[in-house]
């Protein structure tokens, strides 16, 4: 009997390129939302973005978030429903985009996504996560309706974060090995066209490392089109399994021995390149995640992260912990063997 099932949630609408920021009204009309929007932000993205997407509503007050928490969610949440919001939108980097995210999931509306830097694939994906205390709220919600990226602006953002968005794109090729040996050994449902685009997606990026430099609205443009690509992989699958296996395990675990260190692709960027060591050992292409890093000039070694060579190990040996995610690293890598990895390729 057949009885394969597939439900494919996409953004319905996707705006990238100079002065794109102006047509969100636009965007969103056409998707006859009910209702006025909020606008959630940060200082920075407030006066760059945030003022100009409030010009084009006629919309609640806007929410300026300061810190990434629990409580930030819940101010958001009152604020909506105090003003009967109909949509809410985000307009900021991760932090605001995922704040944002969990309250519209927990209020059960339509989402907007405005980033203004392209620092990792959330602004496109439905997963988000906010901290509270050692441990991670995360959200497995449905993709923004809406995403736009103004390439003007995202280019103007800190570089280290478009290099944090490369990062994040480059550990794919580690997510989609995990994925592919949790399938083999584990059953776990596979797509072969979401794990193809996922890899690709990373091969672009990877191909185009040369042309990614800073303040050039073209690496924005890049960046942020893998960024989409990476988070239609997702929807495509389901789950984050195209874009988050060990590596992202090992930064979740960093998150909690030293939180606030390094940025999240950083640090997948950094643990992508010992996971691709324990898929393929010496003859593997570590190397290539480690020179596709530099390249981009984003770290490569613990150090450059802010974690000394226990806390890396300890990351690596405890990961497997955290989630029912099987991956490379199994029931768990010994000390002597995270040691070894990370010392092989430079890491440590
Ligand atoms: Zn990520």
């Given at each position: 009997m057949f009885d394969k099932r597939s439900w494919i949630r996409l953004p319905r609408n996707v705006l990238v390129g100079r002065g794109v920021l102006s047509e969100t009204a636009d965007a969103v009309g056409e998707l006859h939302l009910a209702g006025t929007p909020l606008i959630v932000t940060s200082p920075t993205p407030r006066r760059l973005a945030a003022e100009s997407v409030a010009e084009q509503f006629d919309g609640c007050p806007m929410v300026t978030v300061e810190t990434a928490s629990f409580a930030e969610v819940k101010r958001v949440i009152d604020e909506a429903e105090d003003c009967e919001a109909g949509f809410l939108v985000g307009v900021g980097g991760g932090k605001v985009i995922d704040i944002a995210k969990m309250a519209s999931d927990e209020l059960g509306m339509g989402f907007v996504s405005v980033p203004?830097?392209?620092?990792?694939?959330g602004i496109v994906s439905g997963r988000g996560s906010v901290p509270e205390g050692d441990t991670r709220h995360s959200v497995a919600a449905e993709p923004p309706l809406v995403v736009v990226a103004d390439t003007g602006i995202v280019a103007d953002a800190p570089w280290r974060l478009t290099t944090a968005g490369c990062a994040d794109i480059i550990s794919n090729y580690t997510a989609v090995k995990d994925w592919q040996l949790a399938h083999r050994l584990k059953n776990v449902e596979y797509s072969e066209y979401a794990g193809a685009l996922s890899r690709m997606t990373a091969e672009m990026l990877v191909d185009n490392a040369d042309s990614?430099?800073?303040?050039l609205e073209e690496s924005a443009w890049l960046v942020i089109k893998a960024l989409v690509s990476s988070g239609v992989a997702m929807s495509i699958a389901g789950s984050s399994r195209p874009a988050s296996g060990a590596e992202h395990l090992i930064s979740h675990q960093l998150d909690r021995i030293a939180p606030g260190t390094a940025l999240h692709g950083h640090q997948v960027g950094v643990a992508s390149v010992v996971t691709e060591y324990l898929h393929s050992?010496?003859?593997?292409r570590w190397q290539n995640v480690h020179d596709a890093l530099g390249a981009i000039g984003a770290p490569t070694t613990a150090e450059e992260l802010g974690h000394s060579p226990e806390q890396f190990v300890e990351a690596m040996t405890t990961a497997?912990?955290?989630?029912?995610r099987y991956t490379i690293l199994g029931d768990g890598v010994s000390e002597e063997a995270a040691i070894e990895a990370a010392t092989v390729t430079g890491v440590i």
């Open positions: 203004t830097a392209a620092s990792h694939d990614i430099r800073p303040g050992g010496d003859m593997g497997h912990e955290i989630r029912d």
